[in-house]
């Protein structure tokens, strides 16, 4: 059974920054494509990065490219957001994917200005 747990989420005043964690257990952590996807209030949810099982090729949404950097330590089964000059715009629940398959229960990032 594969459990995600997000934490890291907060309220941040704009320009700052927040580091996301999901940590997962389960087998076979390294084989899996790992995903952070965000939903604001009233809108669907969206893309926001990923990252392959080598922890080697990353994707990114064009609005958090430069911003926001996904990384992996497939020891610790954990996988990070590093979320840098942040805007109101980013206030949304974010979730962590595995394998496109399995998700979080999402961590609150707000974004004052």
């Known amino acids: 059974q594969v459990q995600l747990v997000e934490s890291g989420g907060g309220l941040v005043q704009a320009g700052g920054s927040l580091r996301l964690s999901c940590a997962a257990s389960?087998?076979?952590?390294?084989?899996?494509?790992m995903g952070w996807f965000r939903q604001a209030p009233g809108k669907g949810r969206e893309f926001v990065a990923a990252?392959?099982?080598?922890?080697?090729?990353?994707d990114y949404a064009d609005s958090m490219k430069g911003r926001f950097t996904i990384s992996r330590d497939s020891a610790k089964k954990t996988v990070f957001l590093q979320m840098n000059s942040l805007k109101p715009e980013d206030t949304a629940v974010y979730y962590c994917?595995?394998?496109?398959?399995?998700w979080g229960q999402g961590t609150q990032v707000t974004v004052s200005s």
């Open positions: 389960g087998r076979h952590f390294s084989s899996y494509v």
């Open positions: 990252i392959n099982g080598k922890g080697d090729s990353t």
């Open positions: 994917n595995l394998d496109s398959a399995h």
